[in-house]
């Protein structure tokens, strides 16, 4: 912009300075034909209407859709705006799910359980696909050397456009409030990552975790802007509920799904993510089809269980087993639901009803009520 405007010896960039009026118009956009956009996905210039079946997705272009206007009771023909859309010049008008493609080669080992990688996917392709409703915040929890790193990398090469990064610092501060520079980056973005958030003793800032993911309005001076963000950040630890205590709210499970990773990752394995087009259309395609074949997020035990405690998942797992079996005694699902209660300091029944804020796969109904399911407690427990 600096050179059409023959201004190249002017340090000032104007591509930056008017960057996020540009993203403040495609939102306002959005808001006043929301109600015409079809279930679609951004990629490229392209609003794409997308249908699915259990093998692939088949893509069409968005056509106009005949809205009357308020004012003069006249009719126009109003296009879905194409915005935060993939940086991806090319689309199939047929997609067929397959394992070829060098992005899913690439992510699939940094997951021991192929059903966590499917987590991960559901809630990018929930970010992906419009309209949506609501937004998730993804912990991808472990040790050093996992995976964490090499995922988030591989992530933001793979949704190039779509995903941006902000400052780790800002989820374990004490504001309530984002800054203007990461409300920038949050209303102009359908994904963004962090790494390495928090040190052990740190709680994180759930008002910051809410107001990402929340689809409520947030300040970018000089006016207002939806965010509609979903959040993937690594982490080592997890905030303990007993002293967290917003932490176990129906608020905070609705939006927020932990993730184990604990895969043997070969050191310096981030600098060799792929950077073809096509496997990362394939990649973000993929995600839309588990997204629409799942109507409910599908999620490990394990997932749910780090989720709902936390901190105090290590003392939880010495009283606590995970089984796959369905025929599971009432009186033992009660006990060990009881026992993640009092580690977190809610009752048993409200356990249940938490989960299944999560994920409504992961529980059961005993007389009425809500509790996981697959769990039982060890014979010592």
Known sequence: MNALMGMDSIQLSHVG???????FTERHATDNVADTIPMSICIGCERLRVSFDSDGLSLSKCTGVVKQLPTTRGYSTVSSLCYMSLDISQWPSRWNRTSNYAMYKFLAPLFVDPLE?????WCIGQSLLDPHSYSKAVILYGEGGHGKS?????????LMGACNTIQDSALVSLSKGLS???AATVVSSRIVTAGDVGKITDETN???VKTLTGHDYVSVPPSRAKSACTLFYSSNRLDNPLENTEWASAAIMRRVVVVYMNAQVIEGLEDSVPQDMLSRLDFALRCVHTRLTNPCMPVT?????LTITGSQYEEVVKKIGFVESDDIDEHETL????IIAAYVGVTAEKVGQLARKISTSCVRTIRGKYYIAGIVP????
């Open 17 to 23: 300075a008017f960057e996020p009026f540009v993203h």
């Open 378 to 381: 060890m014979p010592d427990g």
């Open 301 to 305: 035990l394990l997932s749910v269980v």
């Open 180 to 182: 203007p520079e990461m």
């Open 117 to 121: 990688l499917k987590t991960v996917e």
């Open 206 to 208: 759930l008002s910051v």
């Open 335 to 338: 006990v060990a639901n009881s």
């Open 150 to 158: 090499t995922f988030l990398a591989a992530l933001n090469i793979a």
